[in-house]
Structures are given as C-alpha cells and as structure tokens.
C-alpha cells in the first residue's frame, strides 16, 4: 500500500541559511569525507536546498575551502602564556602544523587558499604581537608572518595524507649511492641530509626562520 503523501505543512522547517551555517555544514563533511567532496552540490545536498542558493552567501568553491580553512585555524590554541617569545612563537606555528596535518586534503589546499575571517586575522595578529614583543622591527614582523606561515602549511602539505615507507626508498638511496666521484659533497652529507625526526626537523626549520626574521631588514 502506497503511504499518503504529507503535506508540507506536516513536515519540519528547515533551518534558513546563513553563511555561519554553510560552513559549519562544509567543515563536517571535510572531517567526514575530505576536502574533495566540499562542493557546492554536495554542500546543498547536506543542506536540503539547491546549489543557486548557497551563491549568495558563498560566491564559489574557493571561497568556501578558504572559509573552511578559517574555521580550523580557529581550533588553534592560543600562544601559551610561559615561555621565551620565540618558544611561544614556535608552539603557535606547531599547532597550526599539526592542524593541517590533520587533514591532508586541507593542507594542500591551504597552499593556494585565501583565508580572510576573524581566526585568520587573530592568527596574524597573534604572531605579530609575538613577534614584536622580542624587538623585531614592525616591517620584518610583518613580511615573516607571511613566510612562517608559508612554512607551516608547506609542510604541511608535504607530509599530508598516508605515505608508504617505500615511497621514500629511491631518494633514499639515490642519496645514500651518489658516486663520491661526481657527487662529493652528497657522499660526505648523505647521513645527515637524511637525519632528524620530522618533528626535529620542524622545530629545527621555525627557529631558523624567526632568527633570521629578527636579523634581516627589508629592502627599501
């Protein structure tokens, strides 16, 4: 026997839309299923509505994977309280690593993506602040939150996603066979290139950076 059917009057309102909720909606399939399926049909689909309405509040898939992007920078933690600025700096870029790591897909996206909303501009500004509290001059301040925040979604991007270990093997081994012949300093090097935990490495990559921030002006 076929049901009747209900009347619209009988079913649930559906939420009105707004951007807050689209994005909500976005990250969750992001954490579900990957940034891949974050589309505008998708997204619609989640929503109960079709993709032409969701234009007006997003204007298209890059925008959407930018604000996506923003919502996760917002689980950040903030700069820890103790500490040298630099070490309080360093922990801050960790975690906005380790964010990304956390979704491969995100990673390689937040290469290319713009992000533009308030956990962007408190990130920003929270390295700023750090970053001017150790005396570096406003102008290098400036141009290496850019850099460092290059750095970290690089990585990011690099170790993003679930790599084999025999992925690695033939650099490895080009590294480890150089002819010293041909390729001396590789020879001599080839320990230590190959040397470190990424962790170790990361760390080691953040001081580099803020030290060379602080020592560094701008061209004129």
Same mark, same amino acid.
């Given at each position: 026997?076929?049901?009747? +059917?209900?009347? /619209? ?41 079709? &993709? ?6 997003? /204007?298209? =898939? ?12 917002? =689980?950040?933690? &903030?700069? +820890? ?6 070490? /309080? @700096?360093?922990?801050? *870029? ?9 979704? +491969?897909?995100?990673? /390689?996206?937040?290469? =290319? ?18 970053? @001017?509290?150790?005396?570096? %001059?406003?102008? #290098? ?6 850099? *460092?925040? #290059? ?13 084999? %270990?025999?992925?690695? #093997? %033939? ?7 150089? &002819?010293?012949? =041909?390729? %001396? ?7 230590? @290139? @190959? ?26």
């Amino acid at each position: 026997m076929t049901a009747a +059917p209900r009347s /619209r009057r009988e079913r649930p309102a559906k939420a009105a839309l707004s951007r807050e909720g689209i994005v909500a909606a976005a990250v969750a399939i992001l954490r579900a299923e990957g940034l891949r399926k974050v589309t505008m049909r998708r997204l619609a689909r989640e929503l109960d509505t079709g &993709p032409a309405s969701l234009y007006v509040y997003v /204007r298209n =898939t890059d925008e959407l994977h930018a604000a996506v992007l923003d919502e996760l920078l917002g =689980t950040i933690g &903030p700069a +820890p309280a103790e500490g040298d600025w630099r070490e /309080r @700096l360093e922990k801050v *870029l960790t975690g906005c690593t380790a964010m990304l790591l956390e979704h +491969p897909s995100l990673a /390689r996206s937040a290469l =290319t993506a713009r992000p533009s909303g308030p956990h962007y501009l408190r990130l920003v500004e929270t390295l700023l602040e750090l970053l @001017l509290s150790g005396g570096v %001059p406003r102008e #290098q301040a400036a141009w290496g939150v850019d850099l *460092l925040l #290059q750095h970290a979604m690089a990585t990011a991007a690099e170790h993003a996603g679930e790599e084999s %270990p025999d992925e690695w #093997q %033939p650099v490895i081994r080009a590294l480890r066979e150089a &002819p010293a012949d =041909t390729h %001396p300093h590789i020879a001599a090097s080839a320990d230590a @290139l @190959l040397s470190g935990t990424p962790e170790a490495r990361l760390s080691w990559a953040f001081r580099t950076l803020i030290h060379g921030i602080e020592r560094t002006a701008v061209p004129d």
